[in-house]
């Protein structure tokens, strides 16, 4: 089968340098990458991306413990 893509300009940069480096043919490296995402299991690719999970919050944001004395108490018949 033979399939036609438009790559960005820098990807087929990046993708062609790659291939050098490995001295691997453009082809082949193209069909590992696919054959990689493909075998990659669905659980790994619904991973937190790294905006998430190097997230620091905000700096002056009062803390969720700071409001505990603001609740009510609960009632005898909501704990059971």
Known sequence: ???????????EQDLIR?????SVPLQTLVLQALRQIIQTTPS?????????????????????????DELLPL???ELS
């Open 75 to 77: 009632h005898e018949s």
């Open 18 to 22: 790659q291939a050098a480096q490995s």
């Open 44 to 68: 790994s690719m619904s991973q937190w991306s790294d905006v998430i999970l190097f997230y620091e919050g905000v700096p002056d944001f009062p803390a969720f413990e700071s409001y505990r």
């Open 1 to 11: 089968m033979q399939i036609t893509i438009d790559l960005p300009p820098d990807l």
